[in-house]
């Protein structure tokens, strides 16, 4: 399987998705996997899957995303943040989302549902992150 290329977009959605998800490897959580982890050591299915949906994403909000001023990497970010539930994303004002462009692109975000990362397969870590 070829690797996708890493749109601005993409890679702040990864980013994101490292940030925020844990190793798993205390009993409070362990440390956020982007301490060893990095895009390279993204499995690559998961990889494809993730460039499929923030494609699929963009194009659907493309219309809406044009008027912010968030910028790609920061609106990825923002789409994995708001998707997952994590308290911040597209409602916030000072990057560009008025209320009702916030609104709407939560809506469509969450619509995708809740993902999740772990490293290796069944959380016995290989190197990679699923």
């Avoid at 982007?34 to 998961?46: A, F, K, L, S």
């Avoid at 709407?104 to 699923?130: K, Q, S």
Wanted: with cysteine; glycine share 12%; charged share 25%.
């Amino acid at each position: 399987m070829t690797r996708p290329a890493i749109s601005k977009f993409l890679r702040g959605y990864v980013e994101a998705a490292l940030f925020s998800t844990t190793d798993e490897t205390t009993p409070s959580g362990g440390y956020p996997l982007d301490r060893n982890y990095g895009i390279d050591d993204i499995d690559d299915d998961t990889l494809a899957r993730m460039a499929h949906e923030c494609a699929a994403f963009q194009c659907q909000v493309e219309s809406v995303l044009q008027w912010c001023d968030a910028g790609d990497e920061q609106a990825g970010r923002d789409f994995w943040f708001t998707r997952n539930g994590h308290g911040v994303g597209y409602w916030e004002t000072d990057r560009g989302y008025d209320v009702d462009r916030g609104e709407y692109l939560t809506r469509v975000a969450h619509a995708y549902g809740e993902v999740y990362l772990f490293a290796g397969p069944n959380g016995v870590d290989d190197g990679r992150v699923r």
